[in-house]
């Protein structure tokens, strides 16, 4: 069956720096990836989606990158604030539904 | 707000009620998703619709949860026989014709079950 893997410890990072989370799948191929972010008690809330084909996605200051071959997806948030503290979800497509990663938490500390 | 709305939000029962959840999806989202969500984990498909019909459901769910969405609309979601293992959060999900990639997610209903 699928397996998503999320850094499984949180990631604390210094204001201003630049985060990076990873997220590796197992046994298919996606035909696209999407990363959620959800703060605590709320639902999902949709970031950046990358198709098979793309190398790399920006958006203002998130960037996400996907790997096929590797079979990795690395998102990144440069210049990163303490609202941007919350958990970030990686969700490769099956199909018509969204397989999800556990998670990553990530706290920006001023 | 026009987003994915949950009724209700919080829901408190005693082992071996019947619950049942609704959903009210993005006007004009013709697919609508559930998932469930323990602590620590991502969202675990459960079942999804396109406009009336439900097209899949997982395999993990047991025949004590039933999904409808009769006029393509909202949706419910009930769970019959409540087991302790059902607390988690219940999450509803829609996406339109045009990017149906992209899910919209809803606050969630979390469901405690004593």
């Known amino acids: 069956s699928q397996k998503i893997e999320q850094n499984s410890e949180a990631l604390n990072i210094q204001e201003g720096k630049t985060a990076t989370l990873t997220c590796n799948y197992t046994?298919?191929?996606?035909?696209?990836l999407q990363w959620y972010r959800q703060d605590p008690g709320r639902g999902p809330v949709f970031l950046l989606l990358?198709?098979?084909?793309?190398k790399e996605k920006r958006k203002e200051r998130l960037k996400v990158t996907f790997d096929t071959t590797l079979k990795q997806s690395l998102f990144h948030i440069t210049a990163s604030q303490p609202a941007d503290s919350a958990t970030y979800l990686c969700?490769?497509?099956?199909?018509?539904?969204?397989?999800f990663g556990a998670g990553t938490i990530l706290r920006v500390k001023s | 707000d026009t987003g994915v709305s949950q009724d209700p939000r919080h829901k408190i029962t005693k082992r071996g009620q019947n619950v049942t959840f609704r959903c009210d999806p993005i006007?004009?989202?013709?697919?609508l998703y559930w998932y469930r969500q323990t602590l620590g984990q991502g969202p675990e498909f459960l079942t999804y619709?396109?406009?009336?019909?439900?097209?899949?459901k997982s395999r993990l769910l047991s025949d004590r949860f039933s999904a409808e969405r009769p006029k393509g609309s909202f949706s419910t979601l009930e769970i019959q026989r409540t087991e302790q293992g059902d607390s988690a959060m219940y999450l509803c999900?829609?996406?339109?014709?045009?990017?149906?990639?992209?899910?919209?997610f809803g606050p969630g209903t979390r469901l405690l079950v004593l």
């Open positions: 046994n298919y191929s996606p035909a696209y």
């Open positions: 990358i198709r098979e084909n793309e």
């Open positions: 006007s004009e989202h013709n697919r």
């Open positions: 999900a829609s996406s339109s014709p045009g990017v149906r990639e992209t899910q919209y």
């Open positions: 969700a490769p497509d099956d199909g018509n539904k969204l397989v």
């Open positions: 619709f396109q406009n009336e019909a439900q097209l899949e």
